[in-house]
């Protein structure tokens, strides 16, 4: 029991910090962007907004979720074995 709550505690983390790149990456790079329209003088700003989401099942999280939970508790009871 120990190792399976070890491995989704270890699996969540992973899909954090995961998320949280992706976020800040997509954060910065939004932040910085520069328009390069700058021969035409008739720009007329639609949108200055951002809006940052997810597109998906949520199902394809639970999924990957259990998926690295599974691989962390197999190279943990891997690497456990091979300390014998």
Not at 5 to 24: G, K, N, P, T, W
Not at 45 to 50: F, K, N, R, S, T
Not at 54 to 75: C, H, R
Request: proline content about 1%.
């Amino acid at each position: 029991m120990r190792i399976v709550i070890l491995s989704f505690f270890v699996s969540i983390i992973l899909h954090l910090v995961l998320f949280l790149s992706i976020f800040c990456f997509a954060y910065l790079k939004t932040h910085f962007f520069e328009t390069k329209l700058y021969e035409n003088d008739n720009i007329v700003v639609l949108q200055d907004e951002v809006v940052f989401g997810f597109v998906g099942s949520p199902l394809s999280i639970i999924f990957s979720i259990i998926g690295t939970a599974t691989i962390v508790a197999l190279m943990y009871l891997l690497a456990k074995r091979h300390k014998r």
